[in-house]
């Protein structure tokens, strides 16, 4: 588990926080250009030879990828947590751990896609209300999927905990997380508002392209994911990370207090012993009735056969 630390999250916060770190954040977004130029490459040559565009191929380029999503996400957790970051080591670092989970999760967001992808126009071209049930329970089950995925990645590389923890977690964070959620669907609407605008403006195909392609390669997957982060991980500290941090200090506090008082011999008992059995004194640190020291010391002397 990742230790942290209560901070005040803001927008200010957000940008200085990415701006102080860009440097080393443009090596995990050229790292991460490299695989999505392989696929978009061959996504480009298989077009041209087929001469029309596949939309299966083109969506598995969301299980071909997640593993290096893993590292990016791995990345902008630790940036989004303040702690210092290594951009090789943690990126590989976090596919390592976490390609799994990545992989796992892809396939059934590739399967919702796809689903949506065939259901979209049949709704349109059928007026079946069965159709139209369909579609709905689609759309639900990908906002819930997407609303629990803004969580389970974060929540992935953040905790050392198993598969089903993430799931039930995540499903709770949906509720508890909802504010923060919204927060990302409406910052990634923004950056892709922007994006597009930039595009328009220059009214250029190649241009275009080619901006596209420089915002791709410097900076928009680790925006993107910074986002994502930024925004679950401060429900998910709330609500997971402090919480179970403060129960876990707790537990050590009790077992220290618990080992001093069973290290007390009857002799370092005895000057709290004398006295009203019902009266209060102090000991180990708490308010207790002078009768429980009398029982601690006819336990330790029944102990030592005395």
């Known amino acids: 588990m990742s230790e942290t630390r209560t901070r005040k999250y ?46 299966l191929i083109v969506l598995l380029g969301i299980p071909f990828m997640s593993p290096f999503f893993a590292g990016l996400t791995n990345v902008c957790r630790k940036l989004t947590a303040e702690k210092t970051f290594r951009p090789i080591k943690d990126y590989f670092g976090g596919i390592k751990e976490n390609w799994l989970f990545f992989l796992i999760n892809s396939m059934f967001l590739y399967a919702l896609s796809v689903g949506m992808f065939f259901i979209i126009p049949l709704s349109r071209q059928s007026g079946s209300s069965a159709v139209l049930m369909y579609l709905i329970i689609m759309i639900l089950s990908m906002a819930v999927f997407l609303f629990m995925d803004l969580s389970a990645v974060v929540m992935t590389a953040t905790l050392d905990i198993g598969f089903a923890d993430v799931i039930r977690n995540s499903m709770v964070m949906i509720i508890k997380g909802f504010f923060n959620h919204l927060k990302t669907l409406f910052a990634l609407m923004f950056v892709a508002f922007v994006v597009y605008s930039i595009i328009a403006l220059i009214n250029n195909l ?26 679950s991980y401060q429900a998910i500290e709330k609500h997971i990370i402090l919480p179970y941090s403060e129960e876990v200090q707790r537990e050590k506090l009790a077992k220290i207090e618990k080992e001093k008082e069973d290290a007390m011999t009857v002799d370092d008992l005895l000057p709290l012993a004398k006295g009203d059995p019902d009266e209060y004194v102090m000991f180990n640190g708490k308010t207790v009735k002078r009768k429980v020291v009398l029982q601690m010391i006819e336990v330790r002397k029944n102990g030592n056969g005395e």
């Open 10 to 55: 803001s927008l200010s916060d957000f940008f200085v926080n990415y701006f102080s770190n860009f440097g080393r954040v443009l090596i995990v977004n050229l790292l991460f250009a490299v695989p999505l130029a392989v696929y978009a490459g061959g996504i480009i040559t298989l077009t041209y030879y087929q001469e029309e565009i596949s939309w």
């Open 206 to 231: 190649v241009a275009g392209l080619i901006i596209a392609g420089v915002l791709v390669i410097l900076l928009l997957p680790t925006l993107t994911m910074y986002i994502i982060t930024y925004n």
